[in-house]
């Protein structure tokens, strides 16, 4: 009865585990497609009359960014309908390859963007290349969201001999009365941590920060894309 207990207590928590995954999972993909998409909606509103190209622009982004964000949402539902037991089909997480997009569509949402690399690229395992674009998402996200219109970001990516450092700096508003995490931080830290990694966030002089650190997997790749500034 005992043995019995401990194993049905030991699914409840795996279940629970579970929905907290898929809960930052939502996040993640739910406030940064929607801010990108208010932002656009509003300028095709503005610019509808006098701008028709420029509102044009904006909604062929509200399209590209809504076709992303319903694929991943998918991709969350075939994980909840897949049977336990039973072996996945391939599924895609976003990892430091889709950083290109991802900064496009801050820049789109007017949010000037700036990346730099440094280092030899290495191989990422899938949950800790997932948590990489998850952090650098979550950043921009909350600077379009918190920093003011006059803000801007910079994105770097330093690669060392066994780890990857991805800092996110901005030059927004700074929080008068302290500074405290929402569930977006917060559910970060969870991701960035289960990985084996360490993240730090908050204000700085002259705006916010998010950093965080991540291993790298031991085999080396030989691609070179983030050795150079943007």
Do not use: C
Not at 71 to 93: C, M, N, Q, S
Not at 109 to 130: F, I, K, M, Q, Y
Not at 140 to 159: I, S
Not at 191 to 214: D, I, Q, W, Y
């Amino acid at each position: 009865r005992a043995a019995a207990r401990r194993e049905a207590a030991a699914a409840i928590d795996a279940r629970h585990a579970e929905r907290t995954v898929l809960a930052r999972e939502l996040h993640d993909i739910v406030a940064h497609s929607v801010s990108v998409m208010a932002w656009h909606a509003a300028t095709a509103r503005d610019a509808i009359a006098a701008e028709p190209r420029q509102a044009a622009e904006s909604l062929e982004v509200i399209q590209d960014v809504g076709k992303q964000s319903m694929d991943e949402l998918r991709r969350l539902l075939h994980l909840l309908r897949t049977v336990p037991g039973e072996e996945a089909d391939a599924i895609t997480h976003p990892g430091l390859d889709s950083l290109d997009q991802l900064v496009a569509q801050s820049r789109a949402a007017g949010l000037p963007v700036e990346v730099e690399g440094e280092g030899e690229p290495a191989r990422l395992d899938p949950s800790v290349g997932t948590a990489a674009y998850r952090l650098v998402q979550e950043a921009l996200t909350n600077t379009r969201q918190h920093a003011g219109p006059r803000a801007h970001a910079a994105v770097r990516v330093v690669w060392g001999a066994d780890r990857v450092t991805l800092t996110v700096d901005d030059t927004g508003t700074t929080p008068a009365t302290g500074f405290h995490p929402g569930h977006g931080l917060g559910g970060l830290r969870e991701r960035v941590t289960a990985v084996g990694g360490e993240l730090t966030a908050g204000p700085t002089a002259t705006g916010f920060e998010v950093k965080g650190v991540l291993p790298t997997a031991r085999q080396r790749t030989t691609a070179s894309r983030w050795r150079r500034a943007r």
